[in-house]
T-cell receptor, first 113, second 109 residues
């Protein structure tokens, strides 16, 4: 059974804190993605990675960075959390072929106070 | 710009049929995905269309017309568990997924 896991379901942080969101997949997928999901908006791509140590900016990378040291793990880092980064963060993975479906983790609901 | 439009919310009755529409304007087209997302859960894949026409998968069917920039998801014999948001996403010419905001479907008994 394919699986994408995220380190936390709920997280509360203070403005200015450094925040790490971890994502692990067990399907040996090449591609991994970080999205944020806000009410009334579609999923917005923050960063993606198509291989170990490779990363590409998505549509809204400002205020975020990522790390992919191992194939199965993709981390999202908020260098200095701000209240406008309060959101649901979804991680996904996908095999190399773009026509394949993405498999999503359960999401992390981050609140920045 | 790239744009995907879906109705924000729809209501239907248990046992009935509902059609959720999606129109898109994107730079190129390499296929259209439908995902289902229950409240507080991850999106899960429903269908992928790249050729015109209707594809049926049990109670769910998905239709695509590339010339009209239009797709719909048809749900038959609605069940209460079908209450969820339905997300339409288009794979553009750069093979990036462009997501619609989703349609929240409410099923009433």
């Amino acid at each position: 059974d394919v699986k994408v896991t995220q380190s936390s379901r709920y997280l509360v942080k203070r403005t200015g804190e450094k925040v790490f969101l971890e994502c692990v997949q067990d399907m040996d997928h090449e591609n991994m993605f970080w999205y944020r999901q806000d009410p009334g908006l579609g999923l917005r791509l923050i960063y993606f990675s198509y291989d170990v140590k490779m990363k590409e900016k998505g549509d809204i990378p400002e205020g975020y960075s990522v790390s992919r040291e191992k194939k199965e793990r993709f981390s999202l880092i908020l260098e200095s959390a701000s209240t406008n980064q309060t959101s649901m963060y979804l991680c996904a993975s996908r095999p190399r072929d773009e026509y394949n479906e993405q498999f999503f983790g359960p999401g992390t609901r981050l609140t920045v106070l | 710009g790239q744009n995907i439009d879906q109705p924000t919310e729809m209501t239907a009755t248990e046992g009935a049929i509902v059609q959720i529409n999606c129109t898109y304007q994107t730079s190129g087209f390499n296929g259209l995905f439908w995902y289902q997302q229950h409240a507080g859960e991850a999106p899960t894949f429903l269908s992928y269309n790249v050729l015109d026409g209707l594809e049926e998968k049990g109670r769910f069917s998905s239709f695509l017309s590339r010339s009209k920039g239009y797709s719909y998801l048809l749900l038959k014999e609605l069940q209460m568990k079908d209450s969820a948001s339905y997300l339409c996403a288009v794979l553009d010419s750069n093979y990036q997924l462009i997501w619609g905001a989703g349609t929240k479907l409410i099923i009433k008994p």
